[in-house]
């Protein structure tokens, strides 16, 4: 009988170790592939991204948190439309703004209160306008249902802020938008960062370093070139490699300073 108990123990520690040993495999192929996401999307590197999308798809397999993975896949889709905006490649920029709502989809079909989720659904409304413009009021009504949803779950969350506040530093003054109005989200990002705490390690924590380096380019777009000096330093104090500040701002910066 003892032996039998004994057996039997040996066979639940086991499997207790196996799953722990898969939660621990999850945990460190996700913080990997969220590190490689984020230098390749500072970079706008195309092949790292298609690379670290190939990450995700085998965490997948792992078969946990698979909203979370689904996040960071449609996040990765969202990264690969700003490429072929620039691109201007309206084929991938199409495909990959579709791709990336779906997968914000399956994520909240799940965890219907994650709302760093709408925020990454409001940004990817926005590109639609470039392919379907036809549908201007069906893409306003689903980006505010989005924001609105994201407001209410998270007020605090920094990054909400930053997409709205990049949403309307790109929008024109005559439709609502311009530099002034997106200058206090920018602060208001830079803020919450500050104080902003994920629930865990693998939760989306980025964005300090281009809501600072976004404040400065609305004083850059100003004019006000000290301020805009003060905020790049605060950018690179959080964030030295940042690549968004070294090949964007500062670029900006030194062209209007002269």
Same mark, same amino acid.
């Given at each position: ?16 170790? !196996?799953?722990?040993? $898969? ?5 460190? &192929? ?22 670290? #999308? ?9 078969? /946990? ?12 889709? =969202? +990264?690969?439309? #700003?490429? %072929? ?24 079909? @799940?965890?219907?209160?994650? %709302?760093? &989720? ?27 249902? %989005? ?11 920094? #990054? ?7 949403? !309307?530093? =790109? !929008? ?9 109005? &997106? ?30 380096? +976004?404040?400065?380019?609305? =004083? ?17 104090? @959080? ?15 030194? $062209?209007? #300073? /002269?």
């Amino acid at each position: 009988m003892k032996t039998a108990i004994s057996a039997l123990l040996i066979i639940i520690l086991a499997a207790l170790g !196996t799953a722990q040993l $898969k939660a621990d495999d999850y945990t460190d &192929a996700m913080l990997k592939a969220i590190k490689k996401m984020g230098d390749a999307s500072d970079k706008n590197d195309k092949a790292a991204l298609l690379k670290v #999308r190939g990450d995700f798809e085998r965490i997948l397999q792992l078969k /946990k948190n698979e909203w979370m993975v689904n996040f960071y896949l449609g996040s990765v889709d =969202y +990264m690969l439309s #700003r490429v %072929a905006t620039e691109e201007k490649n309206n084929d991938d920029l199409k495909k990959y703004t579709e791709s990336a709502l779906s997968l914000f989809d399956k994520c909240t079909d @799940v965890k219907d209160d994650f %709302a760093d &989720a709408y925020v990454m659904k409001m940004a990817a409304q926005g590109n639609r306008w470039q392919y379907e413009p036809a549908k201007m009021n069906d893409i306003i009504a689903k980006s505010t249902e %989005a924001k609105d949803k994201a407001f209410k779950l998270e007020p605090e969350n920094p #990054r909400y802020y930053l997409i709205d506040g990049y949403m !309307t530093f =790109y !929008t024109p003054e005559s439709f609502g938008g311009g530099v002034d109005k &997106a200058q206090p989200m920018f602060e208001k990002s830079w803020e919450y960062s500050k104080t902003y705490k994920p629930k865990d390690e693998t939760y989306p924590n980025w964005g300090n370093d281009q809501a600072a380096g +976004m404040v400065a380019m609305c =004083y850059i777009k100003n004019s006000k070139m000290e301020d805009a000096k003060k905020w790049i330093d605060m950018a690179l104090e @959080v964030k030295p490699e940042s690549n968004f500040i070294k090949s964007f701002v500062m670029p900006e910066y030194e $062209k209007n #300073r /002269k």
